[in-house]
Structure formats: structure tokens, C-alpha cells
């Protein structure tokens, strides 16, 4: 077991790299990730959503729009709230690091035999499952 969840941690550690993800924490890189693909929410919703208390995520939204990834803007239906959602910046950030991360992901699979890909595709689908339980 210690070697899988080892093996784990390199592979995330060498896909972040290899996107030049290292400034970012995996919460800020989450958090650029759900507002990509679920678009605009509140730190509340956010909080909520990435299982992290409030003050947390206030947190890293905060860093986020320091670096220019994230903007607020007001709730369209409660004044009291904010919305935060992707700066063009996090836009462009967010492509650029998927394609870095896709192709050397790509690349190294390649680098695989046949058996070995299909092992690995297979045991993707294993993994997902188990993450989603």
C-alpha cells in the first residue's frame, strides 16, 4: 500500500511539474480547476464544494486574485456576496498548463509497451471509481 500511494505522489508531483504548476498549491490549482469547469461561485460555494472550511478558502482565493488568476465580481442576486470566477490570465493559465501537462503525459505513455498502456488505462478507471465512492 505504501508504495502505490507512493507512486501516487510522484506521478501528480511530475505532472505539476511538467506543467509548471509548482507556484500554485494543489487547493489553488483545484480551486482555478472547478471555476473552469463549473464557471462562477462564491467562496461559500467553493469552500463547500472543495470540502476545506471557509477561512480557508478565503485564503486561497485571496492568492489567486493577488496573481491575477481569479477576479471578484458582485453576486448577480445577493449584495452581500461575491463572485469569483477565472481572469483572462487564469483562462490562458489554465490552457497552457493542460497542454503542458497532456503532452508529457502523452510522451511518457508512448514510451510504454502496448500491454503496459492498456494496464494503465485500465487501472485509470479503477482509480476514478474509487475517487468518486
Known sequence: MADFTHSIGIMVRRVRSAAGMEELSLAESSVLKRLEMDGAATTAELARLE??????MGATVAALEKAGLVVKRPHPTDGRQMHIQLSTKGKS??????H????????AILQLSKADQA???KAGE???????Q
Not at 493559465?93 to 493542460?98: M, P
Open 51 to 56: 470540502r476545506v472550511k471557509p477561512q480557508s
Open 93 to 98: 493559465w489554465r490552457a497552457r498548463t493542460i
Open 100 to 107: 503542458a501537462k497532456h503532452a508529457w503525459l502523452a510522451q
Open 119 to 121: 494496464a494503465l488505462f
Open 126 to 132: 479503477i482509480m476514478k471509481r474509487l475517487a468518486e
